[in-house]
């Protein structure tokens, strides 16, 4: 039987987080010329796009600007300026300046991270998670922010740096995938007026929109087949699905990857919660989940050693199949019993 892991203390799901300290780090970056901007493993839109917007608007002030994060750029992020400058791991290099973007904990920012860290005189953590630990020495944690790429854009307006389209697609697509083209229940008028700004220095939303929520490679279609087939319906509207590693390599895939299919499966209408499991090398199974508006799985995820939003998030769980699912699917019941929802 796998042992029960203690529980991470989940204070900070109780409130927001608001600390922007725009003047201390706006002066780290005055003083520094070497930064390393790193963000969380597995990253999305928004990873990418906080860590590329800041880069390249950084790049106009002169600063040599590296960037990290474990893997690298995925295929369907190079339309991004400059994602091509993407490390995917770091041997050497020293830095004045490490900014964290997008990683509720020191953990979620891998080896990467981990070297930037041991390696930088000063940390900056940028992110938008009620999840946040804390880590680093400054802070621009707003858990109020719909995207990372938010706050990296009001802390780049409160420089006075004027936008580009280097900067402003980016930023942009971080906004768009975080809040899956503006539909999520924190988007607010201020989302849209940055949304505008963005348009207005050049991206495109037809473009990102296209390239980051509508399009899917044919790989998903594959895998897709046969993780529908485990689809199952639980008690209080949590739908399941699971991907093996034994089918990830039938398609020709080097590891478990859903693709997406948890965001699909959260859009069928008796379904309040989505989740999808994925087997990873090593004895561990990747737990993504999804809610409708109204819930909130990011405690689940933080109790498992993962965090995220309330509306989407995760965790790497220790254990098999089977044993994990026992484990979570009981918990996200319990978390659709505490919810309303709010949209029809």
């Not at 993504?288 to 799985?297: I, L």
Request: hydrophobic share 45%; proline share 3%.
């Amino acid at each position: 039987m796998m042992p029960i892991l203690p529980m991470r203390k989940v204070t900070s799901l109780m409130t927001s987080i608001r600390r922007t300290d725009w003047a201390e780090a706006t002066s780290l970056i005055q003083s520094a010329q070497k930064i390393l901007i790193v963000t969380h493993v597995s990253p999305d839109g928004d990873a990418f796009g906080s860590m590329l917007g800041l880069a390249n608007g950084l790049r106009s002030l002169g600063k040599d600007v590296d960037c990290a994060v474990d893997g690298g750029v995925d295929s369907y992020m190079a339309f991004l300026p400059n994602s091509d400058l993407v490390h995917s791991k770091l041997t050497e290099g020293e830095w004045d300046v490490m900014i964290s973007t997008d990683s509720s904990d020191e953990p979620r920012t891998g080896d990467c991270g981990a070297y930037g860290r041991a390696h930088s005189q000063k940390v900056i953590n940028l992110d938008h998670h009620a999840t946040n630990t804390m880590f680093g020495d400054v802070f621009l944690v707003d858990s109020i922010a719909v995207s990372a790429t938010e706050i990296a854009f009001r802390w780049l307006e409160t420089m006075n740096l004027p936008l580009d389209t280097a900067i402003a697609l980016p930023l942009l697509t971080g906004l768009v995938t975080d809040t899956l083209g503006f539909r999520t229940g924190n988007v607010t008028a201020d989302t849209l007026s940055i949304a505008q700004k963005l348009i207005g220095a050049g991206a495109s939303l037809a473009e990102v929109t296209a390239r980051t929520l509508d399009n899917r490679p044919f790989d998903a279609l594959l895998v897709w087949r046969y993780a529908l087939a485990t689809a199952e319906l639980h008690e209080g509207g949590l739908l399941s699905a699971h991907v093996t590693l034994e089918d990830a390599h039938r398609v020709g895939m080097t590891e478990a990857n859903d693709l997406g299919l948890v965001g699909f499966l959260v859009k069928v209408d008796e379904a309040i919660i989505a989740v999808v499991f994925k087997e990873v090398e090593g004895g561990k199974i990747n737990v993504s989940m999804r809610a409708k508006s109204g819930f909130n799985v990011s405690g689940v995820a933080f109790a498992l050693g993962g965090g995220g939003h309330v509306q989407a998030a995760g965790a790497t769980v220790d254990g098999t199949l089977d044993e994990v699912k026992a484990r979570v699917i009981p918990m996200l019941i319990e978390a659709a019993k505490q919810g309303t929802l709010t949209i029809g």
